[in-house]
């Protein structure tokens, strides 16, 4: 599995850890371009879980898709250092599109939980001031051409998974910031088409996360797809061990074929 730093030594803070951000390649062996989906895994911004990671990629290549993992940086980094690294990410994976044998437009962010957030925010803000201060910026677009997002943590303001906005924010949780960062004030037509799937009785983020982006999306007559599967628990990534819940990545991958997305 191949992997590359995000930034260099003197771009990044690290914590007392150690921790820098990096990005892990799942590539198919191709001679032509395809479509790309690039994972955020989930955990509150306080953590990176595995089993939103690696496996999501393979299921990528699985679907006819090349993958990627960006682990980016959590608590105590707070906003706007993951989606720096994620915007950074999106940037090397264009710089290198020849190399890897990627289609540059056709690079869907999928993101679970806080990592769906995290998806949707570089949805919606890609074209922030502060992620064009990079050195790439000038050469390669930071902006998805979709979204994935699975029991997103959407909104501050309305039904919101509090710990993921203390978490982001180093723990001031102002007025002006949780507007911010609620991604369903800021849907626009810009913002790209999205798949989106949440389980109605989740009880960690309430389904209404889901909901609140799709309505936005459906004002902005933004395309989207929504699943809502009746019951299932937070969390549960490929969701093996329900075969109903099981079909949103076959769904996910029609969706993007049904956008045109090439695949082996």
């Known amino acids: 599995m191949e992997k590359l730093s995000l930034w260099a030594p003197s771009e990044y803070e690290?914590?007392?850890?150690?921790?820098?951000?990096?990005?892990?390649?799942?590539?198919?062996?191709?001679?032509?371009?395809?479509?790309?989906?690039?994972?955020?895994?989930?955990?509150g911004y306080v953590a990176r879980a595995e089993h939103e990671a690696l496996r999501i990629a393979k299921r990528a290549?699985?679907?006819?898709?090349?993958?990627?993992?960006?682990?980016?940086?959590?608590?105590?980094?707070?906003?706007?250092?993951?989606?720096l690294d994620l915007s950074r990410a999106m940037r090397l994976i264009r710089q290198h599109a020849f190399e890897w044998h990627v289609a540059p437009e056709h690079l869907a962010v999928l993101g679970f939980s806080a990592g769906g957030h995290l998806a949707g925010s570089?949805?919606?803000?890609?074209?922030?001031?502060?992620?064009?201060?990079?050195?790439?910026?000038?050469?390669?677009?930071?902006?998805?051409?979709?979204?994935?997002?699975?029991?997103?943590?959407?909104?501050?303001?309305?039904?919101?998974?509090?710990?993921?906005?203390?978490?982001?924010?180093?723990?001031?949780?102002?007025?002006?910031?949780l507007e911010e960062m609620s991604l369903e004030l800021h849907v626009t037509e810009a913002t790209p088409p999205a798949f989106l799937w949440h389980t109605a009785d989740d009880a960690t983020v309430p389904v209404?996360?889901?909901?609140?982006?799709?309505?936005?999306?459906?004002?902005?007559k933004v395309p989207f797809e929504l699943h809502i599967y009746p019951h299932g628990r937070h969390g549960l990534g490929l969701a093996e061990e329900n075969p109903h819940i099981a079909t949103w990545s076959s769904?996910?991958?029609?969706?993007?074929?049904?956008?045109?997305?090439?695949?082996?």
């Open 122 to 177: 570089l949805g919606v803000h890609h074209a922030a001031p502060y992620l064009q201060e990079e050195a790439l910026a000038d050469r390669f677009s930071n902006a998805p051409n979709a979204l994935i997002l699975c029991y997103p943590v959407i909104s501050g303001v309305n039904f919101a998974h509090q710990g993921s906005f203390t978490n982001l924010s180093g723990g001031a949780l102002d007025k002006a910031f």
């Open 14 to 43: 690290s914590t007392d850890d150690g921790f820098a951000p990096w990005l892990e390649l799942s590539l198919l062996d191709t001679d032509r371009p395809l479509g790309a989906i690039v994972v955020c895994p989930g955990g």
């Open 208 to 220: 209404e996360n889901s909901l609140l982006f799709a309505q936005a999306l459906s004002q902005a």
């Open 61 to 83: 290549n699985e679907l006819g898709f090349h993958g990627f993992v960006v682990q980016y940086s959590v608590a105590p980094h707070k906003h706007p250092q993951p989606l």
């Open 251 to 264: 769904l996910a991958g029609e969706w993007l074929r049904s956008l045109g997305w090439p695949a082996a």
